[in-house]
């Protein structure tokens, strides 16, 4: 990990934010950095998860409040993907894989509250 912060934080003269996604999340704007202790190993076996997790922090940068910096709008993108993630995962009986997972997922990206998603924040701002 501490190779891909050293390579995010060289980035930042390219890119206002930049995410390393991975067991634990690594987000910095060259300024703060911050690491986000979510997610479930299933979401690395779905096809096109990653690609959806890019739209969510688009939207979320879009939407974002003018006191919200783009770092902290990425984090709380990154926290309700995965914890979509973690409440699909939780779902699932023993006997259901992938495809099962992947329709639980939508239902929590869908019904995941902001209220939820910020009271269940595992997030971890380093400076």
Partial sequence: MASAKKSARALTQYAQVVVVTGEVDFVT??????????GEAMMTQVTALGCGLT???????????DDVSLGEAVVAG???YAQ???????????????GSFYVNFLDALTVLTAEQVAKQAKVEVLV
Avoid: M, N, Y
Wanted: glycine share 12%.
């Fill in 78 to 80: 990154l926290c309700l």
């Fill in 55 to 65: 739209s969510v922090l688009g939207a979320f940068i879009g939407a974002k409040a």
């Fill in 29 to 38: 704007d060259g300024e703060q950095e911050w690491q986000v202790h979510h």
């Fill in 84 to 98: 979509a993630g973690e409440r699909a995962k939780a779902e699932l009986q023993p006997e259901q894989g992938t």
